[in-house]
């Protein structure tokens, strides 16, 4: 069965700083991964979707990569602000289902 | 809008009774999911549903059902069954697998038990 792993679980930075959010999944089947954003309470929200054969995806200070092979991704925030803050969620979806990881609690200092 | 609805956001469920949960969504997407979080765990999907009139059980389907008579809709009923129902429930739907295939998600219910 798939398993995702986030590391790690909780992150605080000062704002302004570049930071690297990592997923690492046990079955190199998938279609696709995505990152999600979940604010407290919130739904979530798809932040990049990168598909199997892709390496990156960029979206504004985002910035995913994958690397299919060794089961990795990674999630690049340039410049982090505040409003970042967030807990951040990777899924893989191998078919019929998307499985998740459990979450990067991110805190941006001000 | 396109999107995904999902009410009450709160819901307080009395022992040994049913709550039903509503998803709706005019996404035209054919599958959809239901999902349960607790803290400092990642998702649970309960059932999901590729096509009207058919649906799947995931991981943790014990204690739930759910019903697909449109294509917009798939509510979930907690039922008594359900030990300890008390978490956010998150409802998403997708077009069918493709490499393109992404998840879009509604709110979440918050159910509690009193």
């Known amino acids: 069965k798939q398993e995702v792993t986030q590391i790690p679980a909780a992150l605080s930075v000062p704002e302004g700083e570049n930071l690297v959010l990592n997923c690492s999944f046990t079955?190199?089947?998938?279609?696709?991964l995505q990152w999600f954003r979940q604010d407290p309470g919130k739904g979530l929200t798809s932040l990049l979707l990168?598909?199997?054969?892709?390496r990156e995806q960029t979206s504004g200070r985002l910035n995913a990569s994958l690397d299919k092979s060794s089961g990795r991704s990674t999630l690049y925030i340039a410049a982090s602000q505040p409003g970042d803050s967030a807990t951040y969620l990777c899924?893989?979806?191998?078919?019929?289902?998307?499985?998740f990881g459990t979450g990067t609690s991110l805190t941006v200092i001000p | 809008d396109g999107g995904i609805t999902q009410s009450p956001k709160y819901l307080f469920r009395k022992e040994g009774q049913n709550v039903t949960l509503s998803c709706e969504q005019n996404?035209?997407?054919?599958?959809m999911y239901w999902y349960r979080q607790d803290p400092g765990q990642g998702l649970r999907l309960i059932y999901y549903s590729q096509i009207v009139n058919d649906f799947q059980k995931g991981d943790i389907a014990e204690g739930y059902s759910v019903s697909r008579e449109k294509k917009e809709s798939f509510p979930l009923t907690v039922t008594s069954a359900q030990k300890n129902p008390t978490a956010f429930y998150l409802c998403?739907?997708?077009?069918?697998?493709?490499?393109?295939?992404?998840?879009?998600f509604g709110q979440g219910t918050r159910l509690t038990v009193v």
């Open positions: 990168i598909q199997s054969s892709q």
């Open positions: 899924a893989v979806n191998t078919g019929n289902q998307f499985y």
């Open positions: 996404l035209n997407h054919d599958a």
């Open positions: 998403a739907s997708s077009t069918l697998t493709g490499i393109n295939t992404e998840a879009f």
């Open positions: 079955d190199s089947a998938i279609y696709n």
